[in-house]
């Protein structure tokens, strides 16, 4: 099974960024960012497959970057112009069929990592 670690999440202000990384043993068909508020459904934010096609919600706009560090084995996600409504726990995830943000593509999950915006 695959284990994932992730990293690199802080408080910032509103517009200021963060790199958010996730260390995996092996990487999968599919690997993905989501993120959960408190009282909130977990939401799919990014998402990059083997073959290099990257998936994004549609309130990312732009705003985040999802790469992989092959010869590191990590996932990142490089966050940009961040807003307080972008305050969650963050992800990382694999899935072995389908690529995309729905959650239930994905069976192996890291711990989280929080990020927190406010002014």
């Known amino acids: 099974q695959v284990h994932l670690l992730e990293s690199g999440g802080g408080s910032v202000q509103p517009g200021g960024s963060l790199t958010l990384s996730c260390t995996v043993s092996q990487f999968t068909r599919c690997m993905g960012w989501f993120r959960q508020a408190p009282g909130k459904e977990r939401e799919g934010v990014a998402s990059?497959?083997?073959?290099?096609?990257?998936y994004y919600a549609e309130w990312v706009r732009g705003r985040f970057t999802v790469s992989k560090d092959n010869e590191k084995n990590t996932l990142i996600l490089q966050m940009n112009s961040l807003k307080v409504e972008d305050t969650a726990m963050y992800y990382c995830?694999?899935?072995?069929?389908?690529?995309?943000?729905?959650?239930?593509?994905?069976?192996?999950w890291g711990q989280g990592t929080q990020v927190t915006v406010s002014a």
């Open positions: 995830a694999a899935g072995y069929g389908s690529c995309g943000l729905r959650s239930r593509d994905f069976t192996a």
């Open positions: 990059m497959s083997s073959g290099g096609s990257r």
